[in-house]
T-cell receptor
Framework: EAQVTQNPRYLITVTGKKLTVTCSQNMNHEYMSWYRQDPGLGLRQIYYSMNVEVTDKGDVPEGYKVSRKEKRNFPLILESPSPNQTSLYFC??????????????FGPGTRLTVL | EDQVTQSPEALRLQEGESSSLNCSYTVSGLRGLFWYRQDPGKGPEFLFTLYSAGEEKEKERLKATLTKKESFLHITAPKPEDSATYLCAVQAGGTNAGKSTFGDGTTLTVKP
């Protein structure tokens, strides 16, 4: 089944404790992206990657890191989480490339609480 | 800076009562406008892509249209199962290729 998977689905942590949220897709998509969604708001893009070893900042990259060493994986790293990073996080992938712009397929979300 | 504004924030309809959702956008070099449906606690699901002004797409009770400044999602004779949040997003091109900007969504409630 074609899908985007995220782990963990739920996480409660404390301020300053480094964490990684994994994202994997099995559709051979070049494009992957991370978003956060806060109550009553749409999705805000954190980072995106057009291909392996290529990453770019979205609108809200502060406090986050990403890497794209393999096509299928795009982990989101919070090196020193703070309470304002409490949010619902979505990973997405897309067949979008340098000259084609296509819909995104979203994972089920990771609900993160930072105490 | 790219911007997407959706209205209304919330819309309550009776079953069978048609209406439209609006998405106004400003983006440097629009490469695609996307509509998604999101159910509570779940990831968005793709509905439509529109690439150029004048384009229209239909799927069951939904029809999306695009002008140079806005897009509409028309819902004809909605049913309770159409209740969800509808998100509009734009994707830029050029040096910002890959950057996606979402609106805050319109939450639709359809009562039987």
């Amino acid at each position: 089944e074609a899908q985007v998977t995220q782990n963990p689905r739920y996480l409660i942590t404390v301020t300053g404790k480094k964490l990684t949220v994994t994202c994997s897709q099995n559709m051979n998509h070049e494009y992957m992206s991370w978003y956060r969604q806060d109550p009553g708001l749409g999705l805000r893009q954190i980072y995106y990657s057009m291909n392996v070893e290529v990453t770019d900042k979205g609108d809200v990259p502060e406090g986050y890191k990403v890497s794209r060493k393999e096509k299928r994986n795009f982990p989101l790293i919070l090196e020193s989480p703070s309470p304002n990073q409490t949010s619902l996080y979505f990973c997405a992938s897309s067949p979008t490339g340098a000259f084609s712009y296509n819909e995104q397929f979203f994972g089920p979300g990771t609900r993160l609480t930072v105490l | 800076e790219d911007q997407v504004t959706q209205s209304p924030e919330a819309l309550r309809l009776q079953e069978g009562e048609s209406s439209s959702l609006n998405c106004s956008y400003t983006v440097s070099g629009l490469r695609g406008l996307f509509w998604y449906r999101q159910d509570p606690g779940k990831g968005p699901e793709f509905l439509f892509t529109l690439y150029s002004a004048g384009e229209e797409k239909e799927k069951e009770r939904l029809k999306a249209t695009l002008t140079k400044k806005e897009s509409f999602l028309h819902i004809t004779a909605p049913k309770p199962e159409d209740s969800a949040t509808y998100l509009c997003a734009v994707q830029a091109g050029g040096t910002n290729a890959g950057k996606s900007t979402f609106g805050d969504g319109t939450t639709l409630t359809v009562k039987p």
